[in-house]
C-alpha cells in the first residue's frame, strides 16, 4: 500500500512537472498593453481616425477578413511563425511592408484579433522599426470594435 502511494505520488510530481514545462508553447500569452514607439488606442479612439480617412490594416488572415473586418480597412496578412512574444524573430515570420503608404509620415492604424493574437502588435513593430512615424496599434482589435457596434464590412 505505502509502494503504491509512492509511486502514486511520483507520477503526480512528475505529470505536474511536465505540465509546467509545456505550459508557455501551450497557452499563448496576451499582448502587452503598451509598445514602444507605438500609440496604443481603443476603439472609441479609432473610430474618428476611421472618419478622417487614416489608414486601417488588418494583420489577419484573408479569410478572417473576409468574413468581417473595419470598414475600409486594406487586409496586409502578417504570416507569423514566431512566437507570441514582445522578444519575436521577425526572420521567421513575413510582412509586406512594401503594401503600407511610401510615405512614412502617413498614419497607419494596426489591427488583428486582439488578446492572444499577436499580428497586429508584430505588424505595429516592424513599421515602426521600418521608419514609420505615426503607428497606432488597435489592442482591442476586432472583438473591441464590433462589441462597440461601429462598422463592419
Known sequence: ?????????????????????????????ETPN???GVKVIGAQEAKPMLDRGVLFVDARVAAEYAEKTIK????VPYREKSAKSADFDRTQDQFD?????ADKSTAVVFFCNAGECWKSYKASVLARDAGYKQVYWLRGGMPEWTS?????Q
Open 97 to 101: 511592408l512594401a503594401k503600407l503608404p
Open 1 to 29: 500500500m505505502i509502494r503504491t502511494s509512492i509511486i502514486a505520488g511520483r507520477i503526480a510530481a512528475f505529470a505536474a512537472a511536465a505540465a509546467l514545462a509545456i505550459a508557455p508553447t501551450a497557452f499563448a500569452a
Open 148 to 152: 462597440k457596434g461601429l462598422p463592419t
Open 34 to 36: 503598451t509598445l514602444q
Open 72 to 75: 475600409g480597412a486594406k487586409n
